[in-house]
């Protein structure tokens, strides 16, 4: 490097050497950028369902008729019934999930899990199109689904792409791709939504979505490649295995054990955070337009500190010091914020809070997270990790959505007190799983030969 050249310079020149002798990464960043680009594009008009005051723009007639009978205002309920359908779905499809995983080769399983959801958003664009009552509950749970099963699918793809050490380097610039993606997407609703409309973004996800198929396709000769190098009988074939592996695998294995709990809180947190934030922000800034200024802010900060951590700092501490300092660091920073806010829940705080609890998730506990399911097998990685990624985390949302309920009429000193406490929860799982990954090896061994024959 010159002496010329800036800090910032010398890392693209690293970006781009990484690049040149990996072309897997690539493709991984491409995967990454159109996966996120596709779900922000239908994130706002996501939002826009859970934040409308009308039931009926939401609801099916016939659900809020049923809520009439009772004496509920089904209005008055609306995220927690969102949220609450959300998991009953999660729960649902866990085991066709896990069917699929076991009684499938990866070469039909993963393209066919992205083309449901391509199916599923023509769907949609032909609902918006003709106003069909109710479509909006059914696509807020929808996209709730589609983020979580299609991130938890690429995360155990990239596991079988790249080894530890690879993860370690890659997984920082990996995840940089996926944030501009998610600076891209929503930039793209802006602009498209008053000219093309809401129905038609909907072909515009789908596309970028047809585009991560490509990606998959492209990267599998790397996939199997890998298994060969780890000499890997089941070679691109079924996993086998029990439909429910994932459930038992995460009771019984020590680290899924603990990533269940730091999970679980994790989502408490970002749960409590962001319900208890929407009501001071309601009673700080009087109108709409100011109240769309502060989220604005608030999602360009966490953004561009998300993408300035992951370029800069991700791949440094996880080559030099492991996932310690990726997940300790970031859980004590928000025991520390939600002490603070407890005593003082002013507004800009709570920003702060909130930027520094999602940009550490993101450009840091998530690529954490991630590196361990290189070290495990196949089956926990596919299996294990979508229990995790998606039933825990859908439970803990459900959970905390109505703690938030019940806290709320107690004003937000009693939230952030009890948010206190899941932080500390939050702390003692990412120390679980800090102790039990020391008992993994570096790379597992090979696959064990149990899954059924056929072709790769």
Known sequence: MSSGQTGAGWRLARLRAALAASPPLWWAMLYFFCLLCGYYVLRPVRDAMGASSDAAAVFPRGLIELGGRFGIEVGEFMLQLLFTATFIAMVVLQPLYGALVSRFPRRVFLPAVYLVFIACLLGFWWAFDSSIPGRGAVFFVWVAVFNLFAVTVFWSYMADVFDNANAKQFYGYIGAGGTIGALVGPAITRFLVGPVGVANLLLVSAGFIAVC??????????????????????????????????????????LLRALAVLMFFGVGVGTLLYNEQAAIVRAAYATAEERAAFYSLLDWAINGLTIAI?????????????????????????VLGFAALSASPLPMLVALVQIATRASEFSLAKPARETLYTRVEREERYKAKAVIDTAVYRGGDLTFVWVHKALAALGSTTVFLAGLGVALGMTYGAWRVVRAERTLPEDPAAEPSNAPSGPT
């Open 213 to 254: 198929l490509l990606c998959i396709m492209r990267l599998r000769p790397w996939a199997l490649a890998r298994e060969r190098g780890r000499g890997g009988a089941a070679e691109g074939r079924a996993m086998g295995g029990s439909v429910l592996a994932g459930l038992r695998l995460v009771w019984q294995r020590p």
């Open 310 to 334: 992951q370029l800069l700092l991700t791949r440094f501490l996880l080559q030099r010091y492991g996932i310690a300092p990726l997940l300790l660091l970031p859980a004590l920073a928000i």
